[in-house]
């Protein structure tokens, strides 16, 4: 019954899904995440899903995440306004399980337990976002166990644009991004900054709380004949949120506190390519580093911090075999972990260090014109705990131009985090030698099928079951000591997105998505993962192409969260109310280098709670001007 409810509940929902493709034909993208090397996205097993930057701007959202929502199959979990911790789950899984990439660089930060910092990512200089859902640890190693979402920051071409905008709550939102170069080389820079002076995110108080970041962006490239390109791309982030801690001893819930979070994160990579497009072997070197800073403040106080270097060297060679293609892979990669606090109950301080080195080998086949295949396998070995071997097998046929189908199957791993393994205060933490990185295993479906020439329709059907899930907060009864275990059951995760694209008219779209995500884990639903989720995007232009303005309608049903009352009183399991939440964003281009843009948060004034205690932003509106030059000005 469970089942023929979500597939019947979905395939209804075909009205209510999003495939953010902007206006282009979704056949016409090349994808350069789903595999070692970019193909077609009808090519693609897995389901993909691309927001371009048309869709960006047609939504005016100042966050990748608030994209994120409209996407089957994601849970976002904000605590609070701007600024505050987000995490994104995907299908159903962990928020550290979901590999993030910013322009193919791995961005999770080990200081905060591998999850990446949805919180300070701006859209301001991203052109697209590539999201493939499912197990791609074959391809992309630890973190990327329910899916891998690619960064891709704008490059290429001469031009300029730049924007500033302002708003409630004495928000101000500027950038400027600037390019130059032809079809060899290229080199641009980028910088925005927000800021908010946000609103008390408790539910008691009236302290506001803060927050701003600056991201600055750097890129060049340089391409010789056919035979030979060098890329190279640097980023760094600057920001500054204040946060609520928890009141322990009389509710349980947060309250007003002077407590800020100071975070730096700087990323940057090289990478060259010998060998044209069309040559028998064609050979890949990359070197990638990233370091992230991580600051508590109490009452203007620095009290804690957490710090993480990452160093990566990569070879792939690609090698054809008639019209297939074989990639071979090594990469080698360091990582060290840093933390500083008081001594206290325990002593905080500790430096730790985590080696792996990985070998994966991908084949990519045909049959026929209509038929892809992929197969791809990965062993990384680590100095820590057992090593990991994980597969993927994909299929995509093209049945008809207008009908594609997708078959998925493969294992992934996430191995244990820095504080899983040494803990928070390694005084009272006791090591785990033990400790197995969690594994999964997953299979998928899906079916995308065009109608004529204005209706574009996804369906998907999958399952994971985890095992070795690790328990952080496993208690010695002999020693009073925790550790942290791999618990014995199986987490299990099911459900089916949809999606769908309607151009009614030249002028009017709509888009929608639905997910139904059943999460459980020892037969219990895990916390912040709602059961239903959707989102619909009506989408009309006027004035000649010059006017467009679009209605946007988010649904997050009722999820799970876990309350800690005062001691002694044990947890207990709370459900926060499901809500819908209406954004309104419009644009007019004045001229062809000039225009005007406006929206409405929540236009509704929508109350509600994705993480327990921590209210969200109201209603709240906006307005801006850009300015766009070269090869960045509207059509």
């Given at each position: 019954?469970?089942?023929?409810?979500?597939?019947l509940a979905?395939?209804?929902?075909a009205?209510?899904?999003?495939?953010a493709y902007?206006?282009?034909?979704?056949?016409?993208?090349?994808?350069v995440?789903?595999?070692?090397?970019?193909?077609?996205?009808?090519?693609?097993?897995s389901?993909?899903?691309?927001i371009?930057?048309?869709?960006?701007?047609?939504?005016?959202?100042?966050?990748?995440?608030d994209l994120?929502r409209?996407?089957?199959?994601?849970?976002?979990?904000?605590?609070?306004?701007?600024g505050s911790q987000?995490?994104?789950?995907?299908?159903?899984?962990?928020?550290?399980h979901?590999l993030?990439?910013?322009?193919?660089?791995?961005?999770?930060?080990?200081?905060?337990g591998?999850?990446?910092?949805?919180e300070?990512?701006s859209?301001?200089n991203?052109?697209r976002?590539?999201?493939?859902?499912?197990?791609?640890?074959?391809?992309?190693?630890?973190?990327?166990?329910?899916?891998?979402?690619n960064?891709i920051?704008?490059?290429?071409g001469?031009?300029?644009?730049?924007?500033v905008?302002s708003?409630?709550?004495a928000?101000?939102?500027?950038?400027m991004n600037?390019?130059?170069?032809?079809?060899?080389?290229?080199?641009?820079?980028?910088?925005?900054?927000l800021?908010?002076?946000?609103?008390n995110?408790?539910?008691?108080?009236d302290?506001r709380?803060?927050?701003d970041?600056?991201?600055?962006?750097?890129?060049?490239?340089?391409?010789?004949?056919?035979s030979?390109?060098?890329?190279?791309?640097?980023r760094?982030?600057d920001?500054?949120?204040?946060?609520?801690?928890?009141?322990?001893?009389?509710?349980?819930l947060?309250?007003?506190?002077?407590?800020?979070?100071?975070?730096?994160?700087?990323?940057?990579?090289?990478?060259?390519t010998?060998?044209?497009?069309?040559?028998?072997?064609?050979?890949?070197?990359?070197?990638?580093?990233?370091?992230?800073?991580?600051?508590?403040?109490?009452?203007?106080?620095?009290?804690?911090?957490?710090?993480?270097?990452?160093?990566?060297?990569?070879y792939?060679?690609?090698?054809?075999?008639?019209r297939?293609l074989?990639?071979?892979?090594?990469?080698r990669?360091?990582?060290?972990?840093?933390?500083r606090?008081?001594?206290?109950?325990?002593?905080?301080?500790?430096?730790q260090e985590?080696?792996?080195?990985?070998?994966?080998?991908?084949?990519?086949g045909?049959?026929g014109?209509?038929v892809?295949?992929?197969?791809?396998a990965r062993?990384?070995?680590?100095?820590?705990?057992d090593?990991?071997?994980?597969?993927?097998l994909?299929?995509?046929?093209?049945?008809?131009?207008?009908?594609?189908w997708r078959?998925?199957?493969?294992?992934?791993?996430?191995?244990?985090?820095?504080?899983?393994?040494f803990?928070?205060?390694?005084?009272?933490?006791?090591s785990?030698?033990e400790?197995?990185?969690?594994?999964s295993?997953?299979?998928?479906?899906?079916?995308?099928?065009?109608i004529?020439?204005?209706?574009?329709?996804?369906?998907?059907?999958f399952?994971?079951?985890?095992?070795?899930?690790?328990?952080?907060?496993v208690?010695d009864?002999?020693?009073?000591?925790?550790?942290a275990?791999?618990?014995?059951?199986?987490?299990?995760?099911?459900g089916?997105?949809?999606?769908?694209?309607?151009?009614?008219s030249?002028?009017?779209?709509i888009?929608?998505?639905?997910?139904?995500?059943?999460?459980?884990?020892?037969?219990?639903?895990e916390?912040?993962?709602?059961?239903h989720?959707?989102?619909?995007?009506?989408?009309?232009t006027?004035?000649?192409?010059?006017?467009r303005?679009?209605?946007?309608?988010?649904y997050?049903g009722?999820?799970?969260?876990?309350?800690f009352p005062?001691?002694?009183?044990?947890?207990?399991?709370?459900?926060?109310?499901?809500?819908?939440v209406?954004?309104?964003?419009a644009?007019l281009?004045?001229?062809?280098?000039?225009?005007?843009?406006?929206?409405?948060?929540?236009?509704?004034?929508?109350r509600?709670?994705?993480?327990?205690?921590?209210?969200?932003?109201?209603?709240?509106?906006?307005?801006?001007?850009?300015?766009?030059?070269?090869d960045?000005?509207s059509?």
């Amino acid at each position: 019954m469970k089942y023929a409810f979500a597939v019947l509940a979905a395939c209804s929902a075909a009205l209510l899904s999003l495939c953010a493709y902007g206006d282009e034909n979704p056949a016409d993208h090349i994808v350069v995440t789903g595999a070692r090397t970019p193909l077609p996205i009808n090519a693609l097993g897995s389901a993909v899903t691309v927001i371009t930057r048309d869709a960006i701007e047609r939504r005016e959202a100042r966050y990748v995440s608030d994209l994120l929502r409209t996407v089957p199959g994601f849970a976002v979990s904000q605590s609070g306004v701007a600024g505050s911790q987000t995490q994104v789950r995907v299908r159903g899984a962990e928020a550290n399980h979901v590999l993030v990439l910013i322009d193919g660089a791995r961005a999770n930060d080990p200081a905060t337990g591998d999850e990446f910092r949805w919180e300070f990512l701006s859209t301001a200089n991203v052109e697209r976002i590539e999201i493939v859902r499912g197990p791609q640890s074959a391809i992309w190693g630890s973190d990327a166990l329910a899916g891998v979402v690619n960064i891709i920051t704008r490059s290429g071409g001469t031009a300029l644009d730049a924007y500033v905008e302002s708003g409630s709550r004495a928000t101000l939102n500027s950038g400027m991004n600037a390019s130059i170069g032809d079809g060899s080389w290229n080199v641009g820079i980028g910088i925005d900054r927000l800021s908010t002076d946000g609103f008390n995110i408790s539910r008691t108080g009236d302290e506001r709380d803060d927050s701003d970041a600056t991201t600055g962006s750097l890129h060049a490239s340089l391409d010789l004949a056919d035979s030979f390109g060098i890329r190279f791309s640097a980023r760094t982030v600057d920001a500054w949120s204040q946060y609520d801690g928890i009141d322990f001893t009389v509710t349980g819930l947060p309250t007003d506190s002077d407590f800020a979070l100071d975070t730096t994160q700087n990323y940057a990579q090289v990478g060259a390519t010998l060998g044209a497009g069309d040559a028998r072997v064609r050979h890949h070197l990359g070197a990638r580093y990233s370091d992230t800073d991580n600051r508590n403040i109490v009452d203007g106080i620095e009290d804690t911090s957490a710090l993480s270097e990452r160093l990566s060297l990569a070879y792939q060679a690609d090698v054809r075999v008639g019209r297939d293609l074989l990639s071979l892979a090594l990469e080698r990669e360091r990582t060290t972990f840093e933390q500083r606090g008081p001594v206290d109950f325990g002593d905080p301080n500790q430096e730790q260090e985590q080696d792996v080195l990985s070998l994966a080998a991908e084949f990519i086949g045909h049959v026929g014109d209509k038929v892809t295949w992929l197969a791809s396998a990965r062993f990384d070995n680590h100095d820590d705990f057992d090593d990991a071997l994980t597969g993927r097998l994909s299929i995509a046929w093209s049945q008809t131009d207008n009908r594609t189908w997708r078959a998925a199957a493969g294992t992934a791993h996430k191995r244990p985090t820095f504080i899983e393994m040494f803990g928070y205060f390694p005084g009272q933490f006791r090591s785990n030698p033990e400790l197995q990185p969690e594994e999964s295993t997953s299979f998928e479906l899906g079916i995308e099928q065009r109608i004529g020439d204005g209706v574009d329709l996804q369906l998907t059907v999958f399952r994971q079951d985890l095992d070795n899930e690790i328990d952080g907060f496993v208690l010695d009864p002999e020693t009073l000591e925790f550790t942290a275990g791999n618990l014995e059951g199986k987490s299990r995760r099911e459900g089916v997105e949809a999606s769908l694209r309607w151009f009614v008219s030249d002028a009017a779209s709509i888009n929608a998505s639905y997910a139904y995500v059943d999460a459980t884990s020892e037969n219990i639903r895990e916390v912040r993962r709602p059961l239903h989720s959707g989102s619909v995007d009506v989408d009309y232009t006027f004035l000649d192409g010059r006017a467009r303005i679009a209605l946007i309608a988010d649904y997050g049903g009722t999820r799970t969260d876990t309350f800690f009352p005062p001691w002694p009183q044990p947890p207990e399991t709370v459900t926060l109310s499901s809500h819908w939440v209406v954004d309104l964003a419009a644009r007019l281009q004045l001229t062809r280098q000039l225009a005007l843009f406006g929206r409405v948060s929540n236009l509704l004034d929508t109350r509600y709670e994705q993480v327990l205690g921590y209210r969200t932003q109201g209603r709240a509106a906006y307005i801006g001007v850009r300015a766009s030059f070269g090869d960045g000005a509207s059509d």
